[in-house]
């Protein structure tokens, strides 16, 4: 299992969402608001930085299932645990 999480963390192509860009809040001014999205993560600890790859790339799947191809992700306090990654998703 910790050989697929190091090679998960190495290739970031795999939390990629096709068709979903990240913007800023300023970058969706001209947007469509559709809603808001959460990704959880799956691992904490050591792993911390992979489980918010994934927690991430979780929010844009669903913000693709809402009809939404922009995200804009809630900023996250450095250096606290992250236990939800939360969202809002526009239309551009």
């Given at each position: 299992v910790l050989s697929m999480a190091v090679l998960a963390a190495c290739t970031t192509s795999i939390y990629d969402v096709p068709g979903i860009t990240e913007r800023t809040a300023a970058g969706v001014?001209?947007?469509q608001f559709v809603g808001r999205v959460r990704g959880i993560?799956?691992?904490?600890g050591p792993l911390k930085d992979l489980g918010l790859k994934d927690a991430r790339r979780a929010a844009k799947k669903k913000a693709?299932?809402?009809g939404g191809?922009?995200?804009v992700?809630?900023?996250i306090p450095e250096g606290e645990d992250v236990y939800e990654v939360r969202a809002q998703v526009y239309t551009c």
């Open positions: 001014a001209n947007c993560p799956g691992v904490y693709e299932d809402v191809n922009t995200v992700f809630d900023p």
